[in-house]
């Protein structure tokens, strides 16, 4: 129904991440343009067993990790909690407020399986989950000049911006086993999510990216105040809260439901000299979001007095969705080829508007030899949308490359093509960059596009008799670019045919560098660079992006394999000055400095 939640597991609780790209992705969906990320939270041990992880850093920044679970012939068990905090790096202009945040999150799971004894193997698995969150965050930014004179510093006028969530979740999973080459798994699943970011919306009606592109120097035209007349100083005197000012604080009020039932069977057989494995599988789908979103009424004072005159009232609105999804797909083996076909069938309703989608894909490997892969894909990627002013978002995709794999070296290479039929543009609180403002949800066609690049993935692990030295690169470009010229209103603005895709570097790249020495000590150095980009097709002034780079320093000693002491430095050069963001509102962002 929408895509506001906020949500995302707590990384410190996840044990792996299985990317699925390309045509792999096909028994995942709606949204399938861009493959599909799984993340795998901590599984049941097979024995009692537990581990507990403990961090202080800067800013009174805090992490505790704690689980146990054990297994029997026909039970097992886990319990998990993880709290994380910090004060924040930012600070507050007026004000003594912390810009950190606090975290909790709980975990348990419960699993039941049948004897070995069985005709049919089965297991049922419970897993129930229960978070909170208060960060102190928002979405007001900085001027050039601010930026450039201190980038961590905060407005006083966002003081009061504040994002609590609560999120509780449960799933009960179903596997039988009819033989060893036969399976059927069943998940039913439930998660309610509510959350409000009170946060600075508009000053005195006016929205904080037309106030900030003015005390930046830009165009000031048709903005109005009671309290003055908006020129480059004006603008400038009220983000620094030496100027009155109206400043409306809404609440971001909104509570999601999202619950379903999907099944996957899975068989293994062969057909002459061809071994296939069949999936097929769907889901039942529905979910919801209802908003309450009252605006408050500020007013600042010339000293940087901060008073709220006026609460705001708000009607409720609510959205829903539902949805029928079914795939299946064949991974067929033969001699030195491998041929995957799949179809995925979407049937949805988003807020009244209805959609099917039939997506075929095929995904091509091919061992040459030992050490050398060769690997091809085309599919059919779909976004849906849940507004009647624009089509679903289609693209067909296409990928080639290989793999190298001998000893301690591996490496990939993969080219990739999207051609969008059409691009669609979603208006968000956090972006946008058009000329019109616009509703959170609302979304825009932005006609045809084409996104091409290349993949490269290389490691290679040097051994001594003593130690071992781990290497990695990462690399990706990308040529992304309209395909038709168009005005939109309020998420794209002005675009030219061959205007670049907005937020998107040409060039990203991570290098890695490590050291395991025998006696348990190590470290782990990392590079990341990201190039300039802008924030608009248009790429206007105040819109770029630098280029930026983190240099993450890690050392640690292991001891006996019960214990790991760690040291992390983030950012160590300190490089904090580059722009790296300017959405949400326009305002200038930089990355976090130098911690320990």
């Known amino acids: ?237 009220v983000l620094h809260g030496t100027a009155q000012a109206d400043v409306y604080v809404k609440n971001n009020n909104r509570d999601y439901e999202s619950k379903g039932v999907q099944t996957r069977f899975t068989g293994d057989f062969e057909a002459g000299s061809m071994t ?106 779909h976004s849906p949308t849940s507004s009647e002013d624009s089509d679903p978002e289609t693209a067909t995709n296409y990928e080639a490359g290989f793999r190298f794999n001998e000893g301690a070296l591996s490496a990939e290479v993969i080219g990739f093509f999207s051609d969008y039929d059409n691009i669609v543009g979603i208006c968000s609180n956090s972006g946008g960059a058009g000329s019109l403002p616009c509703e959170a949800g609302d979304t825009e066609n932005g006609g045809e596009a084409e996104i091409k690049g290349l993949e490269l993935q290389a490691s290679y692990t040097l051994a001594t008799a003593a130690a071992q030295f781990p290497l990695g690169l990462a690399y990706t470009y990308t040529d992304a670019e309209f395909k038709t010229s168009f005005v939109g209103s309020s998420v794209w603005g002005e675009v030219e045919a061959g205007d670049k895709l907005p937020d998107l570097p040409e060039h990203q790249l991570a290098l890695n560098a490590g050291m395991v020495l025998d006696s348990g000590v190590g470290s782990n150095l990392r590079l990341a660079y990201f190039d300039e980009t802008c924030a608009s097709a248009a790429c206007g002034e105040f819109e770029q992006i630098d280029a930026y780079y983190s240099l993450d320093l890690s050392v640690f000693y292991d001891w006996q394999d019960r214990a790991r002491f760690y040291l992390n430095v983030d950012n160590l050069s300190d490089n904090d000055g580059d722009i790296i963001g300017r959405q949400p509102k326009a305002g200038a962002r930089g990355q976090k400095p130098r911690t320990v």
């Open 1 to 237: 129904t929408a895509s506001s939640a906020y949500y995302f597991p707590t990384t410190g609780r996840v044990v792996g991440v299985e990317v699925l790209k390309g045509a792999a992705a096909i028994e995942n969906g709606p949204y399938t343009i861009g493959g599909a990320i799984n993340v795998i939270s901590t599984p049941i041990p097979d024995q009692a067993s537990g581990d507990v992880t403990l961090e202080y850093g800067e800013d009174q920044t805090y992490r505790l990790h704690a689980s146990y679970g054990a297994s029997s012939e026909q039970w097992g068990y886990l319990v998990e909690g993880h709290t994380a905090g910090s004060d924040g790096f930012s600070s507050v202009q007026f004000t003594n407020n912390d810009t950190g945040f606090d975290k909790d999150d709980l975990a348990a799971k419960l699993r039941y399986n049948s004897a070995e004894s069985a005709r049919f193997y089965q297991q049922l698995e419970l897993k129930l989950q229960y978070s909170e969150e208060q960060s102190e965050q928002t979405y007001v930014g900085l001027t050039e000049a601010d930026f450039a004179a201190a980038p961590t510093q905060r407005y006083g006028l966002s003081r009061q911006d504040v994002m609590n969530f609560e999120r509780k979740a449960g799933s009960l999973t179903h596997l039988i086993e009819f033989s060893e080459n036969a399976r059927l798994t069943t998940t039913g699943y439930y998660a309610d999510f509510s959350r409000n970011w009170y946060k600075t919306d508009k000053i005195d009606g006016e929205g904080i990216d037309e106030v900030i592109t003015c005390a930046n120097g830009g165009s000031c035209e048709g903005m109005t105040s009671d309290y003055g007349d908006y020129d480059q100083s004006f603008a400038r005197n």
């Open 276 to 381: 296939h494995t069949l999936t097929v599988g769907g889901r039942i789908h529905r979910d919801e979001e209802i908003r309450l979103q009252p605006v408050d009424t500020y007013f600042q004072g010339l000293e940087g007095n901060f008073d709220r005159v006026e609460l705001g009232e708000a009607a409720q609105s609510e959205k829903k969705s539902r949805a029928y999804s079914l795939y299946a797909s064949d991974n067929v083996t033969f001699g030195a080829w491998n041929i995957k076909p799949g179809l995925r069938y979407e049937n949805y309703e988003i807020d009244d508007v209805k959609n099917t989608e039939l997506l075929p894909g095929l995904g091509v490997t091919y061992d040459a030899g030992d050490r050398w892969q060769l690997l091809a894909g085309v599919y059919e990627g």
